[in-house]
């Protein structure tokens, strides 16, 4: 039986995806090779690059604007300091908000001064930072659109007289905004668009060459730009895959589709967390995250009886990030409504035995 499968990432993935994946691990397009054991200089892969780069910038809304699409490796975590070697030259401003800022933030601070334009450390990160001045000699801003540990996530991004650099990793394709406010965009694949191993890499190409360090060839995005995305070998699996996830986002209808879906689910599990008297969220209400929903059970008693009821429903991946404790139910593109439906029967039917 497929599980209900709330998995902060890697996670959910749609089931055609995994079965179109899967077929081409044994034979890509009736070639009679499979889609891992062909060179990724064939025209069928390059295609298949090629085709995942445009997708992403088409559900963007961002072809033809000066952007260019790249599907490199090492995670998200990597974009922590390649961001800042492509990009800093003497001083930057990030947003605290969650514990992957704070890891991208430190990862920056190695090569110059980087100053916090705002923090929420103090709160346990259970709300965003609003209100502060973007100064203009920065040489960049940084923020994180959705923070996957705490289930806050920006309903607004400020217009920044610098260039606005995003980490999307969590909230990627789920949501329509003006995604042509920001300069650089960088989203690990494993929550919204494939398995891990690619992370997709948004760029508006003229903010790049103006730091005067010389940056490591893989480091460099110009290179990877230069190369058609493929300045060393692809991870052929998860960019192949990521294409059919966005080719599956576009048949739906595209961002503003499954936005209307992932609103849906949003609705259902907080209106459940806030009329339940055994449940409290974790986020403020205006910073909710329509991706991630934490939210702690109030009496502990009750613990193994709600985690046996779910586990009896097939509910998986619900546990809490280990720095907020509680529940996180991570709803991403993929995972459908009736999937929340359970949950939020589950949690109801526990109030009744309470
Ligand atoms: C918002 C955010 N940024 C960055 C990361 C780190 O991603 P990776 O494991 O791909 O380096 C994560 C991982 O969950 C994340 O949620």
Redesign the pocket.
């Known amino acids: 039986m497929k599980k209900h499968n709330f998995s902060a ?1 890697p996670s959910i993935l749609p089931q055609s995806v995994l079965l179109k994946a899967s077929e081409a691990v044994m034979d890509l397009d009736n070639s009679g090779l499979s889609l891992i054991e062909i060179s990724h200089r064939s025209k069928a892969f390059v295609d298949i690059m090629e085709n995942a780069r445009s997708l992403a910038l088409e559900l963007l809304g961002l072809e033809g604007k000066g952007y260019k699409a790249l599907f490199l490796q090492g ?3 990597t974009q922590f300091l390649m961001v800042a070697l492509n990009l800093l030259e003497k001083r930057a401003g990030y947003i605290n908000s969650g514990t ?1 800022a704070d890891k991208a933030i430190k990862e920056a601070k190695i090569y110059d001064d980087i100053y916090e334009l705002g923090s929420s450390k103090e709160a346990n990160y259970n709300y965003i930072p609003k209100g502060y001045d973007i100064p203009e000699d920065y040489d960049y801003f940084h923020c ?1 659109s ?3 540990i705490f289930g806050t996530q920006m309903k607004e991004f400020p217009n920044s007289p610098i260039p606005m650099v995003c ?1 999307m ?2 909230d990627i394709f789920s949501r329509t905004l003006d995604f042509s406010k920001f300069d650089l965009i960088y989203a ?1 694949a ?1 929550k919204n668009m494939g398995p ?1 191993g690619t ?1 997709l890499v948004i760029v508006k190409e003229d903010i790049l060459g103006k730091v005067s360090r010389k940056i490591p060839s893989m480091m460099d995005y110009k290179k990877h730009i230069g190369s058609g995305s493929m300045f060393n070998t692809p991870p052929v699996f998860p960019v192949y895959t990521s294409m059919l996830t966005l080719e599956w986002l576009k048949g739906l209808g595209g961002i503003a589709a499954i936005e209307k879906e992932n609103e849906k689910k949003a609705r259902l599990m907080y209106s459940e967390i806030d009329l339940n008297p055994l449940f409290k969220g974790f986020a403020v209400k205006e910073d909710r995250s329509n991706m991630n929903a934490t939210f702690t059970l109030e009496n502990e008693n009750l613990k193994d009886t709600f985690e046996t009821m779910l586990k009896e429903a097939g509910v998986e991946g619900l546990n809490g990030h280990r720095s907020v404790g509680g529940y996180r139910a991570s709803m991403y593109n993929a995972l459908p409504l009736d999937s929340v439906k359970v949950v939020v029967e589950i949690m109801s039917e526990l109030e009744s035995k309470a």
Do not use: K
Request: no cysteine; net charge negative; charged share 5%.
């Open positions: 990432g995670g998200a975590s992957w994180t959705n923070n996957t980490d990793s969590s690990g494993q891990a992370t």
